[in-house]
């Protein structure tokens, strides 16, 4: 943390690779561009970078009103989505040379390159730009390999050709990166995957490399599937009606997984007093989506082999992840609004950029709204150490 000493003197220096000032919030996205860019930290000096609110470009006070939703607001900016992977960031009211200003100090990332909608911004003296080819491979061979999050080290065994590269120039990449960057750019495919994490630089595909496009997903690693059970009663020894073990690389998961939870959700029809007919199915899918793939997204995949469980009774639908509450969430606050960490925070990009994943933070509350609108209960979650399990029931 930045003493006011410290953060004076960055505010009175207009020169400074570690300094961005801003009069207002009226346009985010410079600020956005300017998190993004102390987070890649081209020069490397391994020091936090500042963003000052309400501070005119000479360092002058711009008289800003500091509120709490202001403060919210930037510090929204952290895991709203944009910005890829999530920085580190801390955002405070200060008042400096008589000045009330929020500061946003941004720590170095230790796996850039961090991108804003699939652009790589960075800063050298007081140039922010996009960041060129050869920037991009100096951010990438800096990533530290120790340290690092289960989803972005190594699999030594793999090899590049355990990746299916046509599902990623087809499918991944363009929505992974800016389109006129990757014309501009015209890199080797080693090097795309590189600055995605999905390769490390060894050539050695990553964990996320093979959840995300692996040949053989469940050969590296094991526990990458979900496995549905449809249950013709109220328990696990009763028959059962329908079984699979949903797995392959993410893009090919999550289609096969929403094909299986539309086909067992059967839609009821209402005959309402006038024309109106109404159709409700006992669970509303996008429900049902929210909570698989939060399942997916969160459990752990280090250490085990377990999958995630999705079994389907009679009444209700009981989805197991691996994997207790991780960081800041407890057993206790589990499932409160606005509180989540992400023991897999590449693996939550990946998700981001493939669609299934709107804006990290709101499955939970999404699932309830819907399940509330279609009739149904609460979902219920019953988090332990070793796994969370969410209860759905079924639509009286």
Not at 117 to 125: A, E, H, M, S, Y
Not at 157 to 166: F, G, M
Not at 288 to 297: F, G, P, V
Request: hydrophobic share 35%.
């Amino acid at each position: 943390m930045l003493g006011d000493e410290e953060l004076q003197a960055l505010l009175g220096d207009v020169e400074s690779d570690r300094t961005e000032r801003k009069a207002s919030l009226a346009d985010r996205e410079p600020i956005r561009k300017a998190i993004c860019a102390f987070a890649n930290d081209l020069p490397g000096s391994g020091k936090p970078g500042v963003v000052f609110v309400g501070a005119n470009d000479d360092g002058s006070c711009a008289g800003l009103a500091i509120s709490e939703d202001l403060l919210l607001t930037l510090s929204d900016m952290r895991g709203d989505g944009n910005i890829q992977p999530f920085p580190s960031i801390v955002v405070q009211k200060r008042r400096l040379h008589d000045c009330d200003l929020v500061v946003v100090m941004v720590e170095p990332s230790a796996a850039p390159p961090v991108r804003v909608r699939g652009v790589t911004w960075i800063r050298v003296g007081p140039r922010r730009g996009i960041a060129t080819p050869e920037e991009e491979r100096r951010l990438s061979e800096r990533r530290r390999g120790r340290d690092l999050p289960f989803d972005i080290q190594s699999l030594p065994s793999a090899t590049l050709q355990d990746l299916d590269l046509d599902l990623f120039s087809r499918e991944y990449l363009p929505q992974a990166v800016d389109p006129e960057v990757l014309t501009a750019n015209r890199r080797d495919v080693e090097d795309q995957l590189r600055s995605l994490r999905l390769l490390d630089l060894e050539g050695h595909p990553t964990v996320l490399g093979a959840l995300v496009l692996g040949r053989d997903v469940r050969r590296f690693v094991p526990g990458a599937y979900v496995q549905f059970l449809r249950i013709d009663g109220l328990s696990l020894t009763d028959p059962i009606r329908d079984q699979k073990e949903i797995d392959g690389p993410l893009p090919e998961m999550g289609r096969r997984l929403d094909e299986v939870l539309e086909a067992h959700n059967s839609v009821s029809l209402s005959v309402t007093e006038g024309p109106l007919e109404v159709r409700r199915a006992e669970y509303p899918l996008t429900a049902l989506q929210q909570l698989a793939r939060n399942a997916i997204l969160h459990r752990t995949y280090e250490g085990t082999n377990a999958p995630v469980r999705l079994y389907w009774f009679a009444d209700r639908i009981e989805i197991h992840s691996p994997g207790g509450p991780f960081g800041q969430v407890s057993r206790e606050n589990f499932g409160r609004e606005g509180l989540t960490d992400y023991r897999n925070p590449h693996l939550a990009e990946a998700m981001k950029v493939l669609g299934y994943v709107q804006r990290f933070g709101m499955g939970i509350p999404l699932a309830r709204q819907e399940l509330q609108r279609n009739g149904n209960p609460p979902p219920e979650f019953v988090p332990e150490d070793g796994h969370v399990l969410v209860l759905v029931r079924r639509r009286p």
